[in-house]
C-alpha cells in the first residue's frame, strides 16, 4: 500500500460535494471533465485518480502545459511515492516506464503517434489546465493528444471555469464512443473580495470607482491629454482630483501607499502582477524600501536564501546576488527572463510564507501552487502581440484566484490599480463581470503529426477530421475551409516527396520526429547541407532554427558562422515558401533566426554561462530556455531515420557540450 493509497485516509479532511462528485464518477472507471474556480481543490482530484491507479497496479500519466508546473508535479509527488514516479518534458527523461509519468501535453502527443505500444498498461490520463486547448499557438496540441488518446486511457480534464465545458465533453462523447461526465463547479471556498487603487486611494466598491475614481465620468479618451494627465510631480502628489468643466487632473497609484495598506490590514503576503520583465524588477525595487519583515525573519530568510543558492549552484551569480538584498526584506520579483534555477530558489523562498511581496508576470498564475492572501493586478490591459487590450476575463480569473489560501485565509483580496485615462469605467466591469470565453479550437495540425498519421492511415487520414474538435464546433464553409487547409498541407508534401501514395519517402521517414522543424531540417538533409556541418555549426543552426527574436529586441551582428549558416539556409527556406505559399499554407514555415549564435559557439567550446551574456541582447533565462530546446531538438535529431550515422554522432557531441551547468535541467531536477 502506497501512501497515495485511495482511503478515507488519502485526504484529512471532508470532500467537497463537487470533489466527491468526481471521486464516486471515477470509481466508476468513467472519464470526467471538472471546471472549477482556480483555488477550489481540483488538485484533490488528480490526487484519487493517481492513488487508485497505484494501487490497481497500472500507469497514470499526467499533463501539464508548462515545464515548471511538471517539475513541480515531479518533486511533490516524488515526495509522496518515490520511485513511481517519472519525468519526461523533451529536455529531461527519467523514469521513463514508472507507474506516474509527468509529461507536457506535446511529449504526450508525441508518444501517442510515435510509440502508443508503450502505453498499454496506462489506466488514466490526467490534462491539467485542459483549457489550454484555447491557446492560439499550443491548443492544436491538446487538441490532437485528447483525439488521438485510446479507448482503454480513461481521461480526467481539469480546468479554469468555462462555459462550454459540456460541449467538450460532448465531443469526447462522439468521438471515443465512451461516457464522460461533467462536474461543474461554481462555488470558491475562499470568497474573493475586489478593491481597486485609483486616484491612489483604496475604493471597495465598484460605485465608490465610478463616483471617487473616474469623478462620474466613464470613459475619460474624449478629454485631450492636457485635461486628462496624471500628475505627476511633487507639486501634485498630496493634492485632490481635480474636475473643472472638461479638466480632470488624476493622482498617481503609489506603491507605497499600496503596501502601507496591505501590511495594515493584514492582507499580506502579495503577489503582484504586472506584464513587463523589467518591471517587475523596478517595482520589487521600490517595494523593499518598505520594512516588510521583523530582524527575525530578515535573519532566517538571510539563511534560507544562502543555504538555497548554495544548492543550486547561484553563490557567484549575479542576478541573485542582487537578489539578495530583496529577499532579506521581504521582497522578490519572478519572470521568464530569470534563470530557471533562480526562478527556482525564489519560489522556495516565497513558498516559506517568509516573502511577503513578490512581483511577477503572469505565467507565476500558471498551475504553479503558489497562493497568497492578496493579489494585486497592476493595469487590466496588456500587450497582445503588436496591441494593446483588455485582459481575458478567463486570465483576470486566473491571477485572482491566487488570492485567498484555502484553511489559512477566511478571504482573498484582490487589487486592480486603474488608470482612467488608460481605461474606460465599463471596461473594467467587462473584465471582472463577463463569462469567462469559451473555450474554442486551435486546430493546426503540423507536417510531422501528418506524417505519423499518413504512416498509418495514407491520405485516409483526412477521414480524421470529422473527428475533431474544429469540426464538432464549426459547419459549412467554415468547416470545410478547415478540411481543405489539412488537405493542401498533405499535397505539399506529396509535391516535396515527403509522401506518395504508397506511403513515407526517405524525406517523410526522416522528418517525422522533428515536430515543428521539419521541413527547414529535412530540406537542408536532404541536399547533404546538415552532413557538411561540424558540430558546434549543427548547435548553432538548431538553437537559430528554434528561436523566436521578443519585439523589439536589437539585432546583434552577425558573426562569421551565423553569416555561413544563414546563407546554407536561404534556398532550402525560399524552396518550402514558395510551395507553401503556392498551396496557401499559413503560416510559413519559421525561417531561422540567428541572435543566439555568438552565444552558443561560446557556449560549444566551453565558455562560462556570464559571458554569454555579452554576446547577446537575450535575457538569461531564454537563452537557458531556447538552448534546453535545442537540446531536446538535438535529441529528436538523434532519432531520425534515414539518417548517415555520422549525423547522429555529431548530434550526439553538440548535446554533450550544449546539455551542461545551467542549460541541465535534469540536473536542476535533481538538486530540487
Known amino acids: 500500500m502506497t501512501s497515495m493509497d485511495p482511503s478515507p485516509s488519502l485526504h484529512a479532511f471532508t470532500y467537497d460535494p463537487f470533489q466527491q462528485r468526481a471521486i464516486d464518477v471515477i470509481d466508476r472507471d468513467t472519464s470526467l471533465f471538472v471546471s472549477a474556480p482556480t483555488g477550489s481543490g481540483k488538485t484533490v482530484i488528480a490526487d484519487y485518480v493517481i492513488a487508485k491507479t497505484l494501487r490497481e497496479g497500472r500507469q497514470v500519466i499526467y499533463t501539464a502545459p508548462v515545464k515548471a508546473l511538471s517539475n513541480q508535479k515531479f518533486r511533490e509527488f516524488t515526495a509522496r511515492v518515490g520511485e513511481q514516479v517519472g519525468i519526461m518534458t523533451g529536455d529531461v527523461t527519467l523514469n521513463p516506464t514508472a507507474s506516474i509519468l509527468i509529461m507536457t501535453t506535446e511529449i504526450y502527443r508525441n508518444t501517442l503517434l510515435e510509440n502508443s505500444h508503450r502505453l498499454a498498461r496506462c489506466a488514466w490520463v490526467i490534462f491539467d489546465e485542459i483549457h489550454y486547448l484555447d491557446d492560439p499557438e499550443r491548443g492544436t496540441v491538446w487538441e490532437e493528444a485528447i483525439l488521438f488518446t485510446p479507448p482503454h486511457i480513461n481521461l480526467l480534464a481539469l480546468s479554469a471555469t468555462i462555459p462550454n465545458v459540456e460541449e467538450l465533453a460532448e465531443w469526447i462523447r462522439r468521438v471515443h464512443e465512451r461516457p464522460v461526465e461533467v462536474v461543474l463547479e461554481t462555488h470558491r471556498p475562499v470568497p ?149 534555477t533562480t526562478k ?144 493542401r498541407k498533405l499535397d505539399l508534401l506529396e509535391q516535396l516527396d515527403y509522401v506518395d501514395a504508397r506511403g513515407l519517402r526517405p524525406k517523410g521517414e526522416f522528418a517525422l520526429c522533428l515536430y515543428g522543424y521539419e521541413l527547414l531540417l529535412t530540406e537542408l538533409h536532404d541536399r547533404g547541407l546538415l552532413d557538411d556541418l561540424d558540430p558546434p555549426a549543427l548547435a548553432v543552426l538548431l538553437s537559430a532554427a528554434v528561436y523566436e527574436p521578443r519585439p523589439g529586441l536589437r539585432l546583434v551582428k552577425s558573426n562569421r558562422l551565423s553569416k555561413r549558416l544563414e546563407e546554407l539556409c536561404q534556398v532550402p527556406l525560399m524552396h518550402i515558401h514558395q510551395a507553401e505559399r503556392a498551396h496557401r499554407v499559413k503560416p510559413l514555415s519559421k525561417a531561422p533566426q540567428f541572435q543566439l549564435a555568438a552565444a552558443m559557439e561560446a557556449w560549444f567550446h566551453g565558455a562560462p554561462f556570464a559571458q554569454l551574456l555579452k554576446l547577446s541582447e537575450v535575457d538569461e533565462g531564454e537563452i537557458v530556455r531556447y538552448f534546453r530546446m535545442t537540446v531536446q531538438l538535438l535529441r529528436q535529431l538523434m532519432e531520425t531515420r534515414h539518417a548517415d550515422p555520422s549525423l547522429h554522432r555529431k548530434a550526439s557531441l553538440a548535446l554533450q557540450r550544449v546539455n551542461r551547468d545551467v542549460v541541465d535541467a535534469e540536473q536542476q531536477l535533481r538538486l530540487g
Not at 465598484?206 to 470613459?219: H, Q, S, T
Not at 506603491?255 to 506584464?275: G, M, S, V, W
Not at 518591471?279 to 536564501?305: H, Y
Not at 459547419?475 to 475551409?481: L, N, P, Q
Request: charge should be positive; hydrophobic fraction near 35%; charged fraction near 25%.
Open 344 to 487: 527556482e530558489v525564489v519560489e522556495q523562498c516565497f513558498v516559506s510564507r517568509m516573502v511577503k511581496f513578490i512581483v511577477t508576470t503572469e505565467t507565476f498564475a500558471l498551475g504553479i501552487n503558489m497562493p497568497a492572501r492578496s493579489v494585486v493586478l497592476d493595469t487590466v490591459k496588456k500587450r497582445f502581440g503588436d496591441r494593446v487590450d483588455l485582459l481575458r476575463t478567463r486570465q483576470f480569473q486566473q491571477m485572482a484566484g491566487r488570492a485567498g489560501r484555502r484553511g489559512l485565509d477566511p478571504a482573498g483580496f484582490v487589487y486592480l490599480r486603474i488608470n482612467p485615462s488608460f481605461v474606460t469605467y465599463p471596461e473594467v466591469m467587462r473584465v471582472l463581470h463577463n463569462p469567462p470565453e469559451k473555450v474554442e479550437s486551435r486546430l493546426n495540425t503540423g507536417y510531422a503529426t501528418l506524417l505519423n498519421l499518413y504512416q498509418r492511415h495514407g491520405r485516409k487520414l483526412l477521414d480524421l477530421f470529422p473527428k475533431t474538435f474544429y469540426a464538432f464546433q464549426t459547419s459549412g464553409a467554415r468547416r470545410d475551409a478547415g478540411l481543405s487547409a489539412m488537405e
Open 192 to 340: 474573493l473580495q475586489i478593491l481597486y487603487q485609483c486616484q491612489n486611494t483604496i475604493l471597495d466598491t465598484a460605485p465608490k470607482l465610478k463616483r471617487e475614481g473616474y469623478l462620474n465620468r466613464e470613459d475619460w479618451s474624449g478629454l485631450s491629454a492636457n485635461t486628462r494627465r496624471w500628475g505627476g510631480g511633487r507639486h501634485m502628489r498630496h493634492r485632490r482630483p481635480q474636475r473643472r468643466e472638461d479638466h480632470f487632473v488624476s493622482r498617481p497609484n503609489r506603491l507605497d501607499a499600496l503596501i502601507r495598506h496591505l501590511q495594515e490590514t493584514d492582507r499580506l503576503p502579495c503577489i503582484f502582477f504586472t506584464f513587463g520583465r523589467r518591471r517587475t524588477e523596478d517595482l520589487a525595487l521600490e517595494a523593499s524600501g518598505l520594512p516588510l519583515v521583523s530582524p527575525a525573519e530578515r535573519d532566517r530568510l538571510r539563511e534560507l536564501f544562502s543555504s538555497l543558492r548554495e544548492r543550486y549552484h547561484l553563490s557567484d551569480d549575479r542576478t541573485t546576488q542582487a537578489l539578495a538584498h530583496l529577499i532579506e526584506r521581504g521582497v522578490a520579483y519572478h519572470h521568464a527572463g530569470m534563470l530557471p
